[in-house]
């Protein structure tokens, strides 16, 4: 098995198990986006949680942002799209596979 097909594994489960709690919560709260902060911020263990995806997403977008050209990754915007939709579980791994998949495209046409 090729590293992008973990990747797309990945990315399947960087869905699958964020929303599979976040699902319910909007269908408990609907998008009560003050308690979601209040709930993620609620003790020092969720908030260790929730400042380490913060901390990761913004380093995602950095990377993106200045690795996108160097390394000739197709739909760039793609991993951002994801992070803002899901999150980090689901950014990098797409930007993982991206990136294998444009380095596998100039390895092929320069070889």
């Keep these: 098995m090729k590293i992008r097909h973990w990747y797309i594994a990945f990315c399947v489960l960087g869905i699958?198990?964020?929303?599979?709690?976040?699902?319910?919560?909007?269908?408990?709260?609907?998008?009560?986006?003050?308690?979601?902060?209040?709930?993620?911020?609620?003790?020092?263990?969720?908030?260790?949680?929730?400042?380490?995806?913060?901390?990761?997403?913004?380093?995602?977008?950095?990377?993106?942002?200045?690795?996108?050209?160097?390394?000739?990754?197709?739909?760039?915007w793609a991993p951002l799209l994801g992070n803002l939709l899901v999150g980090v579980s689901l950014g990098l791994p797409l930007w993982l596979y991206l990136r294998e998949v444009g380095l596998t495209q100039m390895r092929e046409s320069h070889g």
């Design 16 to 76: 699958v198990l964020p929303y599979s709690q976040f699902i319910p919560f909007l269908q408990q709260h609907g998008l009560d986006l003050r308690l979601f902060v209040q709930l993620l911020f609620a003790n020092r263990i969720a908030a260790f949680f929730g400042l380490d995806v913060i901390v990761s997403s913004i380093v995602l977008w950095v990377v993106v942002l200045v690795d996108r050209r160097r390394s000739r990754v197709p739909h760039a």
